[in-house]
Every structure is written in C-alpha cells, then in structure tokens.
C-alpha cells in the first residue's frame, strides 16, 4: 500500500517561508516522477512544481518558477518543496503525488499521478 505523507503547511506571513516535506511509503520512491500540486478552494488542482526520478531535472510552474524548490533525498523517500517570497495568492492544500508508472520523464499533468497525499494547508497573512 503506497502512503504520501505531507508536512509543513501553516500560515505564514507574506514575503516569508516555508519547507513541506513528503514523506512516501510502499513503493520504490527512487523510481519514481514526483510532484507538488496545489488546490485553492473552488478552483483546480494545479502542479506546482515536478522532479524527475534520480532529481536531475526539475519544472516549475510560471507562478512559482524563481520562488520555490524542489527538492528529493531518495534515501529518505522523502520530497521537499521550499517556498520564499509567499504572496496572497499562494494559499492552498498543496499535495504531493507520485507518477503512474516508475521511470516516467516529466509530466505536469494531475492525471499522470496515480498516488496521492492527503495535502496540508498553507495560508499566507497579508
């Protein structure tokens, strides 16, 4: 059974930071596309950012592209998305997902990611 387990999320003032960290279990994370997507109430989910599966590629979303870092430590089976310079329109449940199948390039397409965590909340003050 595959578990991603997202961490980190809190209200934040704006201009500040954040790290979330993912933390998966029941598959081969090594092996696998990761990425971050976002979901503001009413509107769709969104990627945010992707990594690919040694962490030598990475895609940004125009949003965020200058802002916020992925990261992975395979070791750890963990991902981590930091964010600076958080604006107001930065809040959301922010998930971290794995692609379908092992060994997969690059993909920003919510449909391409079979497993999903639960999200956790960022609300950013103005």
């Known amino acids: 059974q595959v578990q991603l387990v997202e961490s980190g999320g809190e209200l934040v003032q704006a201009g500040g930071s954040l790290r979330l960290s993912c933390a998966a279990s029941?598959?081969?994370?090594?092996?696998?596309?990761m990425g971050w997507f976002r979901q503001a109430p009413g509107k769709e989910r969104e990627v945010v950012a992707t990594?690919?599966?040694?962490?030598?590629?990475?895609y940004y979303s125009d949003a965020v592209k200058g802002r916020f870092t992925i990261s992975r430590d395979n070791a750890k089976n963990t991902v981590y998305l930091q964010m600076h310079s958080l604006k107001p329109a930065d809040p959301a449940v922010y998930y971290c997902?794995?692609?379908?199948?092992?060994?997969?390039?690059?993909?920003?397409?919510?449909?391409?990611?079979?497993?999903w965590g639960q999200g956790t909340q960022v609300t950013v003050a103005s």
């Open positions: 997902a794995a692609h379908r199948f092992p060994h997969r390039l690059g993909s920003g397409d919510v449909a391409d990611y079979r497993y």
């Open positions: 029941g598959l081969t994370f090594g092996s696998y596309l």
């Open positions: 990594i690919s599966w040694r962490g030598l590629n990475t």
